[in-house]
């Protein structure tokens, strides 16, 4: 990389003209032509992306075109999958755009990821030239590892391997359950956008104060948290638990110091049924007399009992806030509670997506810890 490339590098949004501009060569693509695809359960991201990026465009003074396709599967009447392409693909440069979990339809899970594999194939067999897969929420990343003797395959590998044979040569994922999956794609790269930056935003009325702890809701969760702790200069605590049985969780104690807190800031990766941050707050009201909680997640999975015991926690435990992504399309049920509000994706996704395409960094348009 030459000194005048490294100069240039910035968070700035990059174009054709600027390209050229900073390092003097022609205003093409250096990737081949943008693409921005969605399967189905995708395309309400992948339109608010390419809204945003064209944009972006327009305010930079740019002349450069954006490609768009929208809900690129169906299922035929025996449930099989197909893909079809409306325009042609042949040397594009195309992020590929799917929701592996979508709550407000009939598609499951492992429909959505065929179809995410289908669509990668599709991309490749008509002659893209880079096939980069959008998955904010990561579906089995949970599986990363069997649980001790119960002969679990590791679902998280096998899937990387599909997502390599289909076609993806890069993955982009918002705050993964498990950084290490990283590993499984080989040498694929895949960039692991992380929820720090938004949070620290949306949390910033609380810097510095005295009566704020940001709590972790368990040892994974302690790290980010300290991360958030360090930099809005707040105190930090984490939780311990445990579960007895399937779907239920027991905090056996929260370590960190409550001596004049009254607000508690709780950041985690997802909430699926709600059972820990159900518990966790109960305990830290009865327990910690904590008066205000505040709660950010990266991905709200909209199932189970969610919905009520939050609704329970904000009538009865001082929840005040919950502020999710929309990592996850999110029910109708979620988006009526008052105290829940949704942060789109697409600020993140468009810069990283733009950074990928002209070949710059992408970590340098988040936050990073010293």
């Known amino acids: 990389m030459t000194e005048q490339r490294r100069s240039s590098k910035s968070g700035a949004f990059v174009t054709p003209e600027r390209l050229a501009l900073e390092e003097g060569v022609g205003t093409g693509e250096p990737r081949g032509r943008l693409l921005i695809a969605g399967c189905c359960s995708g395309s309400y991201l992948s339109r608010e992306v390419a809204k945003r990026y064209r944009a972006l465009v327009r305010e930079s003074g740019s002349r450069e075109d954006v490609l768009e396709l929208e809900d690129i599967d169906k299922r035929f ?58 998955l904010p929420y990561l579906a089995y990343a949970r599986q990363d590892k069997p649980t001790k003797f119960t002969r679990e395959p590791t679902t998280a590998r096998l899937l990387a391997d599909l997502s390599i044979a289909a076609g993806i040569d890069r993955l982009i994922v918002w705050d993964p359950h498990c950084g290490q999956i990283r590993g499984f794609y080989g040498a694929m790269p895949v960039n692991m956008l992380e929820s720090l930056t938004l ?13 704020v702890v940001a709590v972790a809701p368990d040892a994974g ?8 702790g360090r930099a809005l200069g707040v105190k930090c605590a984490i939780a311990s638990k445990y579960r007895p049985r399937p779907e239920e969780v027991i905090i056996s104690e929260i370590i960190g110091d409550f001596e004049g807190k009254r607000i508690a800031v709780i950041l985690d990766d997802m909430i699926s049924g709600g059972g820990t941050i159900y518990a966790l707050i109960r305990k830290l009201v009865d327990e910690k007399g904590i008066e205000e909680v505040y709660l950010g997640v990266s991905h709200n999975l909209c199932v189970g009992r969610a919905c009520e015991r939050l609704s329970s926690l904000h009538s009865d435990y001082g929840l005040k806030e919950v502020v999710v992504t929309n990592s996850i399309p999110q029910t109708d049920q979620f ?30 348009v988040f936050y990073r810890p010293d």
């Open 77 to 134: 009447s025996d449930s099989e999958t197909c893909v079809r392409l409306d325009l042609h693909v042949s040397g594009s440069d195309a992020f590929l755009f799917q929701t592996t979990l979508d709550p407000t339809s009939d598609r499951s899970v492992d429909q959505n990821y065929m179809a995410f594999l289908i669509a990668a194939r599709a991309l490749r067999e008509h002659g893209a030239a880079h096939v980069t897969g959008v």
């Open 199 to 211: 949070f620290l935003q949306e949390f910033e009325r609380f810097r510095g104060r005295d009566d």
């Open 335 to 364: 988006l009526s509670l008052s105290f829940v509000s949704v942060k789109c994706l697409s600020e993140a996704l468009v810069q990283t997506i733009n950074r990928i395409h002209y070949e710059r960094s992408v970590s340098e």
């Open 221 to 228: 969760a302690s790290k980010f948290v300290t991360h958030f």
